[in-house]
Structures are given as C-alpha cells and as structure tokens.
C-alpha cells in the first residue's frame, strides 16, 4: 500500500485498510464531481483503472459503475488487489504485461481513470498507453488521467542519465522512478485519435520532486454516443 501511496507518515506498513481505501473513495468523488462542473456526462457502464495496483481506485470506482476493470503490470499488485476485492461482482483485475492493452477491445469503456500511475513508466510505453486509452473509450466516453512534464534544470536532464544516477543514489536496492512527458504530445496524440482535450491543468509536484509538474487531463472521445440497449 505505501508503495502505491507513498505517504512518509505510512512507511513500514503503517496504512491501515480501511483508510487507505478511503483515500480511494475521495479521489474518485473529486474526479467525478470535476466531470459534472465541466458538463461532463458518463453512461457509468463501465470503467477501466489503469495502474490499478492493488485496488484503491478500482474499488471506488465500483461504487459508481455497472463494470469496472483494474489493469497492472505488477503480478504481485494484481494478487493482492483480487485478495482485497470487496466487490468480485463488478470489479476484475487484468495482469498485463505487454506494451500495449491490446487484450481489451476497441470502444469499450464510459471511463478511463490513471493517477499516479503513468508517471512512473518509461516515456516510450507512456505514450502508447495514452493512446490505447483513446483507442479503448466508446464514443462520448471520458479518460482521466495524470502524468508529469518536467521543467527547470531538470528538463535538460535525459531519462537515462537520470536513471543511472537514481542507480547509484540507491545503492542497488529498488527505487521509485520519475518520467516526464511533453504536453504537446497528448494533444498531439488527441488530435490524431478523434479525441479532445476538454480540460488540462497544471498544479506543482510536491515536496523533494518539485522539479516536475503534474498535468491533469480530461480527454472525451468524439462521435456520437450508443443508442441504448
């Protein structure tokens, strides 16, 4: 749970459940209540969390959605997200390993939710997940999803030297990696994948890593909606 929710104050297992879950509950509260102020309109058929790690989105998620699937690359997040499941008549959990989603159909979901997730993959594989979310969500359906840009001395930075000096700072023990993507390529990716940009904004990545800066998009796809069942 720390890893997916670093709070210092939680390090060594500190998270109690029910809490961390909660935090869950307020994060998708907020995204849904900032859909409705921007006249954001969702069928709530189904929902997909990208980066699902054990579950703390997917679970709110299925407070609000008829389907919800949680997505990880992680075997070990997967194990405990389906161990930690409260609602298995909703929510499934998806091992996914490739580079792409290309297991789950085109056209597919109402909604597409990712924090803190995408940051954390390497720009090359960030940037064909964004599009897959393009790819995957129904006409009129909305994604909602978070990543990094850089800026300062740190943009001047590349990847792969970054890395390495994260190699030697940690000593050879596991650590966390940061990855920026460019603003203009998730517009860019937009524009090509019949999708627009109905909201982005910027906000200060906090503590040590304020050399980046957390971009927010709400990105809907264009066409009209599903005639109803």
């Known amino acids: 749970m720390w890893v997916v929710l670093t709070d210092p104050s939680k390090k060594g297992k500190k998270w109690d459940k029910d809490d961390f879950f909660a935090t869950g509950r307020q994060d998708v509260k907020a995204a849904l209540e900032k859909l409705r102020e921007l006249g954001v309109k969702l069928d709530f058929n189904r929902a997909l969390d990208f980066g699902c790690g054990v579950g703390r989105l997917s679970q709110a998620l299925g407070e609000h959605f008829d389907r919800v699937d949680g997505v990880d690359v992680s075997a070990s997040m997967i194990e405990h997200a389906r161990a930690l499941n409260r609602r298995p008549e909703k ?108 909201k982005h904004e910027c906000s200060p990545y906090h503590g040590h890593e304020s050399r980046y800066v957390c971009d927010h998009y709400v990105v809907t796809k264009q066409g009209p909606a599903p005639a109803a069942p």
Request: glycine share 2%; hydrophobic share 40%.
């Open 91 to 198: 929510v499934t959990y998806h091992l996914n390993v490739k580079e792409d989603l290309s297991d789950f159909p085109s056209h597919t979901y109402s909604f597409i939710f990712s924090v803190i997730s995408l940051q954390h993959i390497p720009p090359t594989f960030q940037k064909k997940y964004i599009v897959e979310f393009m790819r995957l969500l129904k006409p009129q359906g909305t994604a909602f999803f978070q990543t990094i840009h850089s800026h300062g001395w740190r943009s001047l930075v590349p990847h792969a030297a970054a890395d390495a000096y994260r190699k030697i700072r940690s000593k050879g023990k596991a650590f966390i990696p940061l990855y920026a993507i460019p603003a203009k390529y998730v517009s860019l990716a937009a524009e090509r994948n019949s999708c627009v940009i109905t």
